[in-house]
């Protein structure tokens, strides 16, 4: 049963998690069809991916079923192999969007951190339950959300809220853009497109670079910027960019 689909079209991947009668809910045999649907030559050429979920939620977070009896070793042994997929998804080279409607809890937050732009329809739910259940979040969220929102509001969101709505997530900086019912992914779609458009090493530099600025002393940070321009300035997209606006062919 394919729990997770690939669709290619033009220059744009979309990614679904497709468990709609368990709301995408994020077992390990659909989290290794994502790792396997990351991996996947449509995917890997693709300039930007779409990530979004079918039926009525995005995803309503891990499988509590699966996790209800897990043991130290075996959670740790997981995140060795399996849950490495949210640090893929994170690590993909072209931008991502997380199209969501619907649920967006826990795991599935999580996920959806991972991604580098969020859009959200105005059915979308987002909660981080994991503390309400004895648990934290701990596919990278907490440390996603804490760099997102700062300390004060990571914690706000994870100890105090039940469920915050798409405009709240807006306010935060969590989603990029709140869209009208129904119209997340083909808003995000458009947005991949405009990716898609850019110079693709570029924006892999850019989102790479961006990535490590949140790793980085001040220092650190500024050599990162001045190599990554250094290797960019090389290329051919760049020489033609700079020269058509010399020749007043085109604005870059
Ligand atoms: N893990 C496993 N199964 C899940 C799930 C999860 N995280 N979230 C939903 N499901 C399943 C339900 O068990 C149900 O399955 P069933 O029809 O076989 O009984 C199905 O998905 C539909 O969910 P249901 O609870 O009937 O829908 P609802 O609209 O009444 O409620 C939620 C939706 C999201 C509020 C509710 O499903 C829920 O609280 N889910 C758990 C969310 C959570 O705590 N996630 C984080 C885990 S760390």
Redesign the pocket.
């Known amino acids: 049963m394919s729990l997770v689909q690939v669709r290619r079209e033009g220059a744009v991947c979309t990614i679904t998690l497709s468990r709609p ?3 995408n ?3 390990q045999a659909l989290e290794a069809q994502l790792a396997e649907a990351l991996a996947d030559d449509a995917v890997c050429s693709s300039r930007a991916v779409v990530l979004c979920g079918a039926g ?2 995005f995803s ?8 209800r009896n897990a043991t130290p070793a075996g959670i740790l042994a997981y995140y060795r192999e399996l849950g490495q997929v949210y640090e893929r998804f994170a690590a993909l080279p072209q931008p991502s969007i997380a199209a969501i409607h619907g ?1 967006c ?4 937050l999580e996920l959806a951190l991972a991604a580098d732009f969020r859009v959200a329809d105005r059915t979308a739910l987002f ?4 503390v ?2 004895g ?1 934290l ?1 701990s596919s990278g969220g907490t440390h996603r959300l804490v760099r997102m929102v700062g300390v004060a509001r990571a914690k706000e969101l994870m100890l105090l809220r039940d469920r915050f709505d798409a405009d709240e997530a807006f306010r935060l900086g969590i989603v990029t853009e709140v869209v009208d019912e129904g119209r997340a992914v083909e808003r995000s779609l458009e947005i991949a497109a405009q990716l898609a458009e850019l110079p693709p090493l570029a924006v892999q530099v850019a989102k790479q670079a961006a990535n490590l600025m949140a790793e980085s002393s001040r220092e650190a940070g500024r050599t990162i910027e001045q190599l990554a321009y250094a290797a960019l300035s090389q290329t051919v997209e760049h020489r033609e960019a700079t020269e058509a606006f010399t020749e007043k062919r085109r604005k870059p």
């Open positions: 009668e368990k709301l809910a994020l077992s009525r939620a309503a977070g891990a499988d509590i079923d699966e996790f649920y809890l826990g795991g599935g909660g981080l339950p994991e309400s259940i648990i979040p």
